[in-house]
């Protein structure tokens, strides 16, 4: 299991926003059609994005994602846990794996039923050596994914990968879209809670706002 504690600190954020997570799909009243174009209005990441990366970057020896801009978020999950003031990457920092809860924009349905224009997105740097790293498969999802049509995004070729919900919730992907790549041995991808056509669109919105940052010399 992926980042289980993050998780939970994540979830016990999200009960103090009024977030549960959504019923089954079935269930759920889609207020807006779930191929409608909706617009996702984005601000600066936080002062401390840039360093953080780097830190990252440095101690892992290989690029990592790095979010430029982002929706209104809520709650960020860095490697120290929620919403430090001034996050740093530390010796006790392994996988590269950051968690948000944003605020959607108007007409978004995101995963919790009790918040629904609540969303969270996840991204992911996995290296070659964590037990995380696995051909064939999304990572954090129960069961390896469902895998979808090969893209390219950010100037990559990878693969479209959905994950259904699964009871464990912790798990990083459980019930998100994403794309997910390789490069050099190392496995990038950025999602979405909630299997919709709208958030796929999100997924490329926000990848055009990620730089890739590489280790300084």
């Known amino acids: 299991m992926l980042r289980a504690a ?14 549960e997570e959504t019923a089954p799909e079935g269930d759920v009243g889609t ?3 779930e191929h409608a174009a909706v617009a996702l209005p984005l601000r600066r990441a936080p002062a401390w994005m840039d360093r953080y990366c780097h830190e990252a970057a440095d101690d892992l020896g290989y690029p990592v994602i790095c979010p430029r801009r982002l929706p209104r978020p809520l709650a960020i999950i860095s490697c120290e846990g929620p919403d430090p003031k001034s996050p740093r ?3 006790h920092c392994f996988d590269y794996v950051l968690d948000v809860l944003f605020r959607g924009p108007p007409g978004y349905r995101g995963p919790f039923w009790t918040a629904p224009k609540t969303g ?6 996995i ?3 964590s037990q995380f790293n696995r051909q064939g498969e999304l990572v954090g999802c129960p069961g390896g994914g469902r895998r979808g049509h090969p893209g ?22 459980s019930g998100h879209v994403a794309f997910q790549w390789r490069a050099g041995g190392v496995v990038y991808g950025l999602s979405l809670h909630r299997i919709s056509e709208v958030n796929r669109q999100f997924v490329r919105v926000l990848l055009e706002h990620v730089d890739l940052v590489a280790p300084r010399l």
């Open 6 to 19: 993050p998780l939970l600190a994540l979830w016990a954020i999200c009960l103090l926003v009024a977030c």
């Open 31 to 33: 207020p807006f059609s």
């Open 89 to 91: 990457w530390t010796d």
């Open 120 to 125: 969270h997105l996840a991204m992911w740097v």
């Open 127 to 129: 290296g070659p050596d």
């Open 152 to 173: 390219r995004l950010l100037g990559n070729s990878g693969v479209w990968w959905e994950c259904p919900a699964s009871p464990a919730g912790a798990n990083l992907n």
